[in-house]
Protein backbone atom coordinates (compact mmCIF):
# COMPACT_ATOMS: atom_id res chain seq x y z
CA UNK A 1 0.00 0.00 0.00
CA UNK A 2 1.45 3.49 -0.81
CA UNK A 3 0.42 7.39 -1.16
CA UNK A 4 0.35 8.61 -4.02
CA UNK A 5 -1.08 11.54 -6.41
CA UNK A 6 -3.98 9.47 -6.92
CA UNK A 7 -5.09 9.99 -2.86
CA UNK A 8 -4.59 13.58 -2.97
CA UNK A 9 -6.79 13.79 -5.94
CA UNK A 10 -9.73 12.22 -4.21
CA UNK A 11 -9.26 13.80 -1.03
CA UNK A 12 -10.02 17.05 -2.97
CA UNK A 13 -12.54 15.74 -5.65
CA UNK A 14 -15.07 14.07 -2.50
CA UNK A 15 -14.32 10.69 -4.34
CA UNK A 16 -12.47 10.17 -1.11
CA UNK A 17 -16.01 8.31 0.34
CA UNK A 18 -15.36 5.33 -2.06
CA UNK A 19 -12.13 4.11 -1.13
CA UNK A 20 -11.94 0.94 1.13
CA UNK A 21 -11.95 1.37 4.85
CA UNK A 22 -8.80 0.17 5.38
CA UNK A 23 -7.81 2.40 2.74
CA UNK A 24 -8.97 5.37 4.09
CA UNK A 25 -7.28 4.40 7.15
CA UNK A 26 -4.08 4.26 5.66
CA UNK A 27 -4.58 7.96 4.19
CA UNK A 28 -5.42 9.24 6.94
CA UNK A 29 -2.51 7.59 8.98
CA UNK A 30 -0.61 9.50 6.25
CA UNK A 31 -1.85 12.70 6.61
CA UNK A 32 -2.04 12.70 10.33
CA UNK A 33 2.04 11.39 10.51
CA UNK A 34 2.74 14.50 8.49
CA UNK A 35 0.68 16.65 10.32
CA UNK A 36 2.56 15.41 13.76
CA UNK A 37 5.74 14.17 12.32
CA UNK A 38 6.56 15.99 9.30
CA UNK A 39 8.00 13.73 6.56
CA UNK A 40 7.85 10.81 8.21
CA UNK A 41 5.59 8.91 5.53
CA UNK A 42 8.54 9.92 2.89
CA UNK A 43 11.44 9.28 5.21
CA UNK A 44 10.48 5.49 5.88
CA UNK A 45 7.39 4.22 4.02
CA UNK A 46 7.51 5.81 0.14
CA UNK A 47 8.39 2.62 -2.11
CA UNK A 48 9.92 5.09 -4.53
CA UNK A 49 11.23 7.36 -1.83
CA UNK A 50 13.02 3.45 -0.25
CA UNK A 51 14.36 2.75 -4.32
CA UNK A 52 15.63 6.21 -4.68
CA UNK A 53 17.87 5.91 -1.42
CA UNK A 54 18.95 2.65 -2.34
CA UNK A 55 20.13 3.81 -5.50
CA UNK A 56 21.94 6.77 -4.06
CA UNK A 57 23.52 4.13 -1.17
CA UNK A 58 24.98 1.88 -3.83
CA UNK A 59 26.11 4.82 -5.79
CA UNK A 60 28.12 6.43 -3.08
CA UNK A 61 29.35 3.59 -0.94
CA UNK A 62 29.90 0.98 -3.91
CA UNK A 63 30.70 3.12 -6.72
CA UNK A 64 32.24 5.79 -4.22
CA UNK A 65 30.83 8.46 -6.82
CA UNK A 66 29.60 11.93 -5.71
CA UNK A 67 25.97 13.55 -6.12
CA UNK A 68 26.01 15.99 -8.56
CA UNK A 69 24.16 19.70 -6.56
CA UNK A 70 21.39 20.52 -8.35
CA UNK A 71 20.45 23.06 -5.84
CA UNK A 72 20.92 26.18 -8.62
CA UNK A 73 19.83 24.33 -11.63
CA UNK A 74 16.66 24.35 -13.51
CA UNK A 75 15.44 21.21 -11.53
CA UNK A 76 14.66 22.72 -7.95
CA UNK A 77 11.34 24.15 -9.08
CA UNK A 78 10.19 21.26 -11.22
CA UNK A 79 8.17 19.42 -8.94
CA UNK A 80 5.19 22.54 -8.38
CA UNK A 81 5.30 22.55 -12.50
CA UNK A 82 4.84 18.62 -11.70
CA UNK A 83 2.77 18.50 -9.32
CA UNK A 84 0.11 21.43 -10.72
CA UNK A 85 0.56 19.64 -14.21
CA UNK A 86 -1.00 16.41 -13.00
CA UNK A 87 -3.50 18.15 -11.16
CA UNK A 88 -5.00 20.02 -13.75
CA UNK A 89 -4.47 16.67 -16.08
CA UNK A 90 -6.73 14.98 -13.18
CA UNK A 91 -9.19 17.89 -12.96
CA UNK A 92 -9.67 18.70 -16.45
CA UNK A 93 -10.17 15.43 -17.82
CA UNK A 94 -12.08 13.50 -14.81
CA UNK A 95 -9.19 11.27 -14.38
CA UNK A 96 -8.25 10.50 -10.60
CA UNK A 97 -6.30 7.63 -11.44
CA UNK A 98 -3.61 9.24 -13.00
CA UNK A 99 -0.60 6.98 -13.17
CA UNK A 100 2.04 9.50 -13.96
CA UNK A 101 3.96 8.52 -10.85
CA UNK A 102 6.83 6.29 -11.65
CA UNK A 103 6.35 3.34 -8.54
CA UNK A 104 2.95 2.33 -10.93
CA UNK A 105 5.99 1.60 -13.33
CA UNK A 106 8.48 0.54 -11.29
CA UNK A 107 6.44 -1.62 -9.10
CA UNK A 108 4.59 -2.98 -12.18
CA UNK A 109 1.22 -1.52 -11.98
CA UNK A 110 0.62 -0.08 -15.61
CA UNK A 111 2.49 0.43 -18.72
CA UNK A 112 2.67 3.22 -20.97
CA UNK A 113 5.10 4.88 -22.73
CA UNK A 114 5.26 8.27 -21.33
CA UNK A 115 5.79 6.41 -17.83
CA UNK A 116 8.41 3.96 -19.17
CA UNK A 117 10.30 7.18 -20.07
CA UNK A 118 9.65 9.15 -17.16
CA UNK A 119 10.53 6.55 -14.77
CA UNK A 120 13.95 5.94 -16.71
CA UNK A 121 14.43 9.65 -16.45
CA UNK A 122 13.91 9.22 -12.55
CA UNK A 123 16.30 6.28 -11.74
CA UNK A 124 18.67 8.62 -13.95
CA UNK A 125 18.62 11.09 -12.18
CA UNK A 126 18.61 9.38 -8.97
CA UNK A 127 21.89 8.12 -10.16
CA UNK A 128 23.08 11.75 -10.33
CA UNK A 129 21.62 13.35 -7.46
CA UNK A 130 20.25 12.28 -3.94
CA UNK A 131 16.80 11.28 -3.86
CA UNK A 132 15.83 12.93 -7.28
CA UNK A 133 11.89 11.61 -7.10
CA UNK A 134 11.47 13.92 -3.86
CA UNK A 135 13.26 16.54 -4.62
CA UNK A 136 12.04 17.21 -8.37
CA UNK A 137 8.91 15.55 -9.18
CA UNK A 138 7.10 14.24 -6.20
CA UNK A 139 3.35 15.32 -5.65
CA UNK A 140 2.49 13.87 -2.63
CA UNK A 141 5.75 16.00 -1.03
CA UNK A 142 4.61 19.38 -2.11
CA UNK A 143 1.33 18.30 -0.66
CA UNK A 144 2.72 17.56 2.67
CA UNK A 145 4.69 20.35 2.04
CA UNK A 146 1.48 22.70 2.03
CA UNK A 147 0.43 20.55 5.07
CA UNK A 148 3.50 21.60 6.72
CA UNK A 149 3.70 24.86 6.00
CA UNK A 150 -0.57 25.61 7.03
CA UNK A 151 0.16 23.68 10.45
CA UNK A 152 3.31 26.05 10.95
CA UNK A 153 1.23 29.35 10.18
CA UNK A 154 -1.38 27.85 12.59
CA UNK A 155 1.65 27.16 15.64
CA UNK A 156 2.63 30.58 15.01
CA UNK A 157 -0.63 32.29 16.15
CA UNK A 158 -0.71 30.51 19.13
CA UNK A 159 2.40 31.25 20.35
CA UNK A 160 1.54 35.36 19.32
Known amino acids: MEFS ?9 GGIVS ?10 LVL ?8 IYCLYLCPLG ?8 IKTKVFKIKNINFKHMVFSETRYWFTTFVF ?3 VLFNNLEVELEPQYFIFLKS ?3 FLIIF ?3 VIIL ?4 KRAWCRFFCPSGVFFELIIYIKMQILKKFKK
Open 5 to 13: FYHIAMIFT
Open 19 to 28: LQVTLLIFIV
Open 32 to 39: LSVIFFNR
Open 50 to 57: GLTELLNL
Open 88 to 90: TYA
Open 111 to 113: FNI
Open 119 to 121: SGL
Open 126 to 129: SLLA
